[in-house]
T-cell receptor, first 111, second 113 residues
């Protein structure tokens, strides 16, 4: 079993839709959670960084962490064609080492 | 603030040849990571440095891969000899410390033929 599981998609939605991206993990020692966006032929760029359970909002993006269920989500409201990319979840253990990534979900927002 | 710089952007080599990649992290970032990203997969950690010391290299194929971070700043990753399955994007990332978010460079796309 992989440390971090993420549905690879691909996911295709119409412009303006609400998008939900999810990851599950098995190790309860993960304490820090991130979402990265990766455009084709580019390095990943950080979208959201959270430490505790609950929601964190930044513009059209909301990150949700449920440590009891070992489940994290990223919601994108009013999705735009420019949101078309691969979204990677990432987690760090409470030791500060071992930076784990999911496999990424490919998202296409259709105008 | 300047980002993580990597070079070269692209490299094509024949199998059994050697290759080296260079990374310059964001100024002041103590932690440096090298990742391998195969097409369609998430990045896989190869090695993590804290300053010039190795924190984690458990997934580095040490028979062919080596990395160093002299003086705790720039880093190089070397593959010798390369295999076809080494074709991937090699990403360098840096962070202030191990608990904080990492910032990535553009990556080096390696093709082994």
């Amino acid at each position: 079993q992989k440390e971090v599981e993420q549905d690879p998609g691909p996911l295709s939605v119409p412009e303006g839709a609400i998008v939900s991206l999810n990851c599950t993990y098995s190790n309860s020692a993960f304490q820090y959670f991130m979402w990265y966006r990766q455009y084709s032929r580019k390095g990943p760029e950080l979208l959201m960084y959270t430490y505790s359970s609950g929601n964190k909002e930044d513009g059209r993006f909301t990150a949700q962490v449920d440590k009891s269920s070992k489940y994290i989500s990223l919601f994108i409201r009013d999705s735009q064609p420019s949101d078309s990319a691969t979204y990677l979840c990432a987690m760090i253990l409470n030791t500060g080492n071992q930076f784990y990534f999911g496999t990424g979900t490919s998202l296409t927002v259709i105008p | 603030e300047a980002g993580v710089a990597q070079s070269p952007r692209y490299k094509i080599i024949e199998k059994r040849q050697s290759v080296a990649f260079w990374c310059n992290p964001i100024s002041g970032h103590a932690t440096l990571y090298w990742y391998q990203q195969i097409l369609g997969q998430g990045p896989k950690l190869l090695i993590q440095f804290q300053n010039n010391g190795v924190v984690d290299d458990s997934q580095l194929p040490k028979d062919r891969f080596s990395a160093e971070r002299l003086k705790g700043v720039d880093s190089t990753l070397k593959i010798q000899p390369a295999k076809l399955e080494d074709s991937a994007v090699y990403l360098c990332a840096s962070s202030l410390m191990g608990f904080t978010e990492a910032f990535f460079g553009q990556g080096t796309r390696l093709t082994v033929v």
